[in-house]
């Protein structure tokens, strides 16, 4: 240590100190008069912008769900115009269909449809005379066809089992009304007009029957004219 020795000047020297403080003088001027630019606000893109930066075409979010709501709402309502229209086209079938049953005869496409609804008309009265009355209306429904197929070529054939449908009616129709005549003892008009409304119908057809059609229906005008006969007799005795 003692050979080395103490320097009188350890620290830099003052022309470096000077061409230092230079240096600095000037970086600072050339930065006051050139400031750097502020770092710009960094602000994140909306759904609108990023849609245009993807490539796709920029639509409002409401009118989109307006457009889906309209498009629902126009769906609803055609499908609710198509359910009336279908149920009016079934109900104007059903109606027709009906139309066309109730006048169809023996040999008709549709004649086995008016048949069943006549058994089914039946069998939901509520009570014998009702049951009985339908009976009836359904005989005179047999004479009426029987007059049809007079008239029609190639059904001729077909005129002795719908008398015999007739005549079937017309007995099951009158044991109900026996039930109800003894239950209520009391006369019961109903066969006398049955009889005289298919005298009116069948009469006039008995000339245009072959004989063997014409024994069948006189047999079946017997058995209605038996059925009246005690109503008009007990009638003229209580006069």
């Known amino acids: 240590m003692s050979k080395i020795g103490i320097q009188e000047e350890a620290g830099p ?24 630019p502020e770092p710009a606000e960094t602000i994140a893109p909306t759904t609108g912008q990023a849609d245009i930066v993807r490539g796709r075409p920029r639509r409002p979010r409401r009118r989109r769900r307006a457009g889906r709501a309209g498009g629902r709402s126009r769906g609803y309502r055609r499908v ?3 359910s009336q229209l279908a149920v009016v086209g079934v109900a104007f079938t059903l109606t027709v269909t009906g139309l066309v049953a109730y006048r169809a005869v023996p040999g008709d496409t549709l004649y086995p449809l008016k048949r069943a609804v006549e058994s089914t ?24 066809e029987v007059a049809s197929l007079l008239g029609t070529p190639g059904r001729v054939d077909l005129v002795k089992k719908t008398i015999r449908d007739m005549d079937r009616a017309t007995r099951s129709a009158v044991c109900e009304l026996d039930r109800v005549r003894r239950e209520e003892a009391k006369e019961e008009p109903t066969l006398r007009r049955f009889a005289e409304k298919q005298h009116r119908v069948v009469d006039p057809m008995l000339q245009r029957m072959d004989a063997q059609t014409q024994r069948q229906a006189s047999g079946y005008l017997d058995y209605i004219d038996g059925l009246a006969a005690p109503e008009t007799t007990s009638a003229t005795t209580g006069d």
Not at 13 to 35: G, I, M, Q, S
Not at 133 to 140: F, P, S, V
């Open 13 to 36: 020297r003052a022309e470096f100190r000077a061409k230092l403080r230079e240096d600095l003088l000037t970086t600072y001027a050339d930065d006051a008069a050139c400031p750097l």
């Open 80 to 82: 609710a115009v198509l």
């Open 121 to 144: 008309m039946v069998g939901l009265s509520t009570d014998e005379r009702e049951r009985a009355q339908r009976k009836l209306r359904a005989a005179e429904e047999r004479a009426a």
